[in-house]
């Protein structure tokens, strides 16, 4: 890191760096934990050309659930582009491994976003799932958002990118035949929208907070089909969390239409090591 940019991060934060550490970070941004002498931060980084629009979603977003009074998230200190690097600064949260107990107020606390609620699916502003844009435009179907803002944006890339075939793609009017009877009597729900097992964090006193958001207005079993893709939630979180918003006879099936999403969007970011659990999901529904 070159000196002019720590300098401008001193400056940002009225502070002396005493130390900055690499730490991880997701698979898209280099990360550092920044300390002063009263205090830790957390810095991304990145160089890429579009990156401070994402930092900015991002900021906007960690904002926005924390002003719902639900769940925490890290406080957002500061969001710019310094020559080439566009950054994003945040209040660091020191963590430890969840007890049965911080699941249980995982659990709780999520399903109190999810009962923040809308007139409409989506949101005002595009964003990002990791490096990938986001559509939101506003919809009132909760059907014909998810076709045509998240599974058909992902799979047209796929196409365009030579990992799924035309062929293999099913036509819209199909996907919107399929999912009507699963989708009925579905409210608009606040979501973090990229939930997986390195999305949140546990305080050292127990309160779970919320990292690396991709939020809109969705189904609340998007986030859990991305809590069961690939683990890191106990069963003390599910029952904590069904006890508020119980399971119906078609949620097995919904969670396996809303894992495709990650999944095309794992296959589009990574490569084919997706394609086979892509193709499994489409064969089943399609």
Known sequence: MNEAFLKHIENSLSAKIKSMTSVSGGDISSAFKIITSDQSYFLKTNTASNTLNMFQTEAEALKTIAHTNTIATPKVLDYSKFENISYLLLEFIESKSPSSKDFKTLGKQLATLHQKTNSYFGLQKDNFIGSLKQPNKPTNSWNTFYVNKRLLPQLQLAQKNGLISKNECPPINIMLENFHPLFQNIKPSLLHGDLWGGNYLISKNGTPFLIDPAIYFGHSEVDIAMTKLFGGFSENFYNAYHDS???????????????????LIHLNLFGRSYYNSVITILKKYF
């Open 245 to 263: 918003i119980p399971t119906d006879e078609f949620t097995s099936n919904r969670i396996e239409i809303y894992q495709l999403y990650y999944l």
